[in-house]
């Protein structure tokens, strides 16, 4: 799955090179079956894998020598630009953010994704990498969102919200309502909406949208499950009755783009932000299609060049967060 | 709106009778264009409301005349076997929760709702009543989840599952770890499946998913939005080309049912459980079809008389749970 998705990523980014950090005696021959994966790619044999079940402050300590460990080791030292795992989400931010380090200004690393909308594509974070969140990760988590908006969805003014029970200031917990306050209040260049609720992802309410782990991962999961349900009844329906299955039969071109458009394989590839680094995780349980995805989005971070982009959008940024929480200046950014 | 919806859900529930408390010289003119449901319907006028925006605390304070307190008052007095609002949530529930109290042993009453899935039908809960929750208040949400399904969705052995990012027990914050705990190691008869994820609640994994109200608000509106998404690009897909157009209307009867079926509509309805009454809440936005559903649902708790049964054995439950307390048997219920 993971060689056949790069060999066909290739497509999209042909000028890529790859590092494969895995048993040697298995990926090799495998790799020979990819003649054209096999002039770019380079086979690093380890016999010690990170399993899905490890903790990971275990794999931290003990899997120094583990194909993920070694691929992040790569970019940390500058061998290659950015890494792609399907592996254990927890480890694989666990070392990442130990190797390569939190970018100036950020506490913890979040992870984030791209969603589709009634308007196009949205990026929400955090989907997982922090279950308890307080109100300055949601401020950065929303400055970090609002840079990846600017520099990879290419959006020239980006709005932000922070998902809420309601869109009222006095709803919700506290870590929302004082990320809301310092947002509002502050003088960061950055067109903060407000509070924003579950159907305005869908609906592509804002460009950006800051929760935290716990809840950003039942969101994207919930939302997974639905479409899931969706083309399931659509299906039963269609091909339930004759009329339904000839209706569908000539139908097909459009059914099949529109189920293309909302694959959740597309999506793949979740995007580690706030390292210093490029790190993407791709679904455990996604085919070569979807692994493809996340090699694509891997690239595409690392070919534009956006890190260092970000880097410096992040500095500027993350000093007048500093002097904002010293000094309020009680002037609302934006609407 | 309501009155319509009243009407129509006068279809299923014949031998409802309705008090509606507003303004007078408004509800009596609109109540006389529906002459069925003129001779089962009375006006109680007043001419007091409580605004979407008003703070539940202060809406109970000083709304004592409002409509929406004058119609829960009549639950609390026996006039009335139960109430059906489409107002502000958090006022509704304080008021109710004031009016009628809580069950014994039940410290927060919770929002549950129906959830369409590809086994059924399952219930959620908390969805906004408690934006933070502790083990306790999850565990008393699985009790009053799993009487409900047994007495209302008529499972003879619901199964219970804890919302989280993850099916290991490590995973999650401290509420949902604890309130497992107790849940895995008590005696009560209930059929504790574990931890699931935001794809089982589609997955129809469990039949009663438990959350805190922050997360449960947001995971159903995140799948509401998906769903609105959804529909809205299988409409421009088919509409798009004359194929599409084509097999579309042949397919007319087929794509009808899958939308009936998935119509939130239909859903329409949150019953306020752990309450000793009955009380429904309809989404403000919805139309005449869903408020009959709400008010259908509110006739069906009531006529079936499901409120005595969940209290019996709420009352069963909640001393187990008190004696699991005090003295952990640490023996597991159920797989």
Request: a negative charge.
């Given at each position: 799955?993971?060689?056949?998705?790069?060999?066909?990523?290739?497509?999209?980014?042909?000028?890529?090179?790859?590092?494969?950090?895995?048993?040697?005696?298995?990926?090799?021959?495998?790799?020979?079956r990819?003649?054209?994966?096999?002039?770019?790619?380079?086979?690093?044999?380890?016999?010690?894998?990170?399993?899905?079940?490890?903790?990971?402050?275990?794999?931290?300590?003990?899997?120094?020598?583990?194909?993920?460990?070694?691929?992040?080791?790569?970019?940390?030292?500058?061998?290659?630009?950015?890494?792609?795992?399907?592996?254990?989400?927890?480890?694989?931010m666990?070392?990442?953010?130990?190797?390569?380090?939190?970018?100036?200004?950020?506490?913890?690393?979040?992870?984030?994704?791209?969603?589709?909308?009634?308007?196009?594509?949205?990026?929400?974070?955090?989907?997982?990498a922090?279950?308890?969140?307080?109100?300055?990760?949601l401020?950065?988590?929303?400055?970090?969102?609002?840079?990846?908006a600017?520099?990879?969805?290419?959006?020239?003014?980006?709005?932000?919200?922070?998902?809420?029970v309601?869109?009222?200031?006095r709803?919700?917990?506290?870590?929302?309502?004082?990320?809301?306050?310092?947002?509002a209040?502050?003088?960061?260049?950055?067109?903060?909406?407000?509070f924003?609720?579950?159907?305005?992802?869908?609906?592509?309410?804002?460009?950006?949208?800051?929760?935290?782990?716990?809840?950003?991962?039942?969101?994207?999961?919930?939302?997974?499950?639905?479409?899931?349900?969706?083309m399931?009844?659509?299906?039963?329906?269609?091909?339930?009755?004759f009329?339904?299955?000839?209706g569908?039969?000539?139908?097909?071109?459009?059914?099949r783009?529109?189920?293309d458009?909302?694959?959740?394989?597309?999506?793949?590839?979740a995007?580690?932000?706030?390292?210093?680094g490029?790190c993407?995780?791709?679904h455990g349980?996604?085919?070569?299609?979807?692994?493809?995805?996340?090699v694509?989005?891997?690239?595409k971070?690392?070919?534009?060049?956006?890190?260092?982009?970000?880097?410096?959008?992040?500095?500027?940024f993350?000093?007048?967060?500093?002097?904002?929480?010293?000094?309020?200046?009680?002037?609302?950014?934006?609407?």
């Open positions: 799955m993971v060689l056949e998705g790069i060999d066909r990523a290739l497509d999209r980014c042909p000028d890529s090179r790859f590092l494969l950090f895995g048993d040697g005696s298995r990926l090799t021959p495998l790799l020979d990819h003649p054209r994966l096999s002039t770019v790619a380079e086979v690093r044999h380890t016999s010690d894998v990170v399993t899905d079940d490890e903790k990971p402050s275990v794999a931290l300590r003990t899997a120094r020598n583990s194909s993920m460990r070694l691929a992040i080791d790569a970019v940390g030292n500058g061998e290659a630009q950015g890494v792609v795992s399907a592996g254990n989400t927890g480890a694989l666990a070392m990442a953010k130990f190797v390569l380090k939190t970018l100036p200004g950020i506490d913890r690393p979040a992870i984030a994704t791209y969603f589709p909308t009634r308007r196009g594509e949205s990026v929400m974070l955090d989907l997982g922090n279950v308890e969140c307080s109100a300055d990760n401020v950065q988590f929303a400055v970090m969102g609002e840079v990846f600017r520099n990879v969805l290419k959006l020239a003014q980006p709005t932000i919200g922070i998902l809420n309601g869109a009222e200031g709803k919700g917990n506290d870590a929302v309502r004082q990320a809301a306050t310092i947002l209040e502050s003088d960061l260049p950055i067109r903060f909406h407000g924003v609720e579950g159907d305005d992802i869908g609906a592509g309410t804002v460009d950006v949208i800051v929760t935290d782990g716990f809840t950003g991962n039942i969101a994207l999961k919930t939302a997974e499950g639905m479409a899931r349900l969706i399931h009844e659509l299906k039963a329906a269609l091909t339930g009755s009329t339904g299955r000839l569908a039969a000539l139908a097909r071109d459009a059914l783009a529109f189920r458009h909302l694959d959740p394989r597309r999506y793949n590839g995007m580690f932000l706030g390292l210093n490029i993407v995780k791709s349980g996604t085919d070569a299609l979807g692994f493809a995805s996340a694509q989005v891997a690239s971070l690392v070919t534009d060049g956006l890190n260092e982009g970000i880097k410096a959008d992040y500095a500027h993350t000093t007048d967060i500093s002097e904002d929480r010293i000094e309020p200046s009680g002037q609302v950014a934006t609407g």
